[in-house]
Nanobody
Framework: QEQLAESGGGLVEAGGSLRLSCTPSGLTFYSYTMGWFRQAPGKEREGVSCISLNGDRTYYAESVKGRFTTSRDNGKKTLYLQMTSLKFEDTATYYC????WGCGANWQSSEKWNYWGQGTQVTVSS
């Protein structure tokens, strides 16, 4: 059974940093485009980042460009999201996702993605 597990969330002060990780089970990690999404209470799920199969191409939401960096280690079968200069509005549950399609123009559409993790909470105090 294909599963994704996020870790690394927590409580951090505004301006601080966190690194999220996502590890898969039951799927061939290097065969999937990987993404990060987030959802704040009362808001729709938002695409945060997308990374290509070998990590050579990355895409970001405008709201996190310059502050967040996604990477992957196919040998360790792990996806990362390094978050810096965190803001109160970054508070959300963060999900990793795996997809068979590349990071095309519609990567921020949730319907494109095939597998989802359970999420990890990130809370930024102002």
């Amino acid at each position: 059974q294909e599963q994704l597990a996020e870790s690394g969330g927590g409580l951090v002060e505004a301006g601080g940093s966190l690194r999220l990780s996502c590890t898969p089970s039951g799927l061939t990690f290097y065969s999937y485009t990987m993404g990060w999404f987030r959802q704040a209470p009362g808001k729709e799920r938002e695409g945060v980042s997308c990374i290509s199969l070998n990590g050579d191409r990355t895409y970001y939401a405008e709201s996190v460009k310059g502050r967040f960096t996604t990477s992957r280690d196919n040998g360790k079968k792990t996806l990362y999201l390094q978050m810096t200069s965190l803001k109160f509005e970054d508070t959300a549950t963060y999900y990793c996702a795996a997809g068979v399609w590349g990071c095309g123009a519609n990567w921020q559409s949730s319907e494109k993605w095939n597998y989802w993790g359970q999420g990890t909470q990130v809370t930024v105090s102002s």
